[in-house]
């Protein structure tokens, strides 16, 4: 059984996810909270090994698949389940969302495949042999794929994914708006358009509207 909080950070690239991770976890920390961050693809050795082929080799949608899910199933059995079952708050750089947004939405890859492979990937992990294991919360970065590809440019030098058109990215995003409909009550959306200290209000005023901080409810 877990007793873990699983959080999630999800949004099209640029959206300023890796630049509020962090803050997330000193707020947990300083509520008492032992916090685990982490990311996918990656978060383990072989995990990491999958991410740089992921992100550096061409190659279809399904081998993009397999290789996410294969990543995460490592990452699951080796560092999220047993950080959930010594209690602790796993913040993770993206999940199972985004191979929905970027190898579905994005590269069109089916997703009833993706969702029986979810099942596949994320069952046996803590929660006994037939619950899958799912985040508590994804907190969705939502930007439009303009102003993320605008931050980028500024930023850093593309990787495979980051150097897709902005027409990728609107369906990425559009995979991303999909899901949260789907899960409501697990998704948060995050305006990631305003200024930074207004974007980290708000993803804090989310957690603590669930009772996993004190103080800083809306
Ligand atoms: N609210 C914001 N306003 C302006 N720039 C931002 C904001 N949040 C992040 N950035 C900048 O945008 C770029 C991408 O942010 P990052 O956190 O790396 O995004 P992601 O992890 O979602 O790809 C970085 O240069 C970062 O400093
Ligand atoms: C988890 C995951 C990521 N990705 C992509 C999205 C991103 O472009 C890339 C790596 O994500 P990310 O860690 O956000 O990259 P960076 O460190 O450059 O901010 O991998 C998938 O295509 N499928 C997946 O299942």
Not at 9 to 33: N, P, Q, V, W, Y
Request: glycine fraction near 10%.
């Amino acid at each position: 059984m877990t007793t873990g909080l699983f959080i999630t950070f999800e949004g099209i690239d640029g959206a300023g996810k890796s630049s509020h991770i962090e803050t997330l976890a000193r707020a947990l920390r300083a509520a008492g909270r032992s916090v685990t961050l982490t990311r996918e693809p990656g978060g383990t050795p072989l995990a990491e090994k999958l991410r740089a082929l992921l992100l550096n080799d061409a190659m279809d949608a399904l081998t993009e698949t397999l290789l996410a899910f294969a990543a995460r199933r490592d990452h699951l059995c080796r560092v999220i389940g047993p950080a959930l079952a010594r209690g602790e708050a796993v913040l993770c750089d993206r999940f199972t969302d985004a191979t929905f947004a970027y190898q579905g939405a994005g590269r069109g890859f089916d997703l009833r495949v993706l969702s029986y492979m979810e099942r596949l990937a994320q069952t046996g992990i803590g929660l006994g042999p037939d619950s899958m294991l799912e985040p508590d919360l994804t907190l969705w970065f939502d930007v439009p794929p303009e102003v993320a590809a605008e931050r980028l440019a500024a930023a850093r030098a593309p990787d495979r994914f980051e150097a897709q058109p902005v027409e990728f990215f609107a369906r990425v995003a559009r995979g991303y708006a999909d899901r949260a409909a789907g899960a409501p009550r697990r998704f948060a959306r995050i305006d990631g358009a305003q200024p930074r200290e207004q974007v980290a209000a708000q993803m804090l005023a989310a957690v603590a509207a669930r009772g996993w901080l004190p103080g800083a409810a809306p």
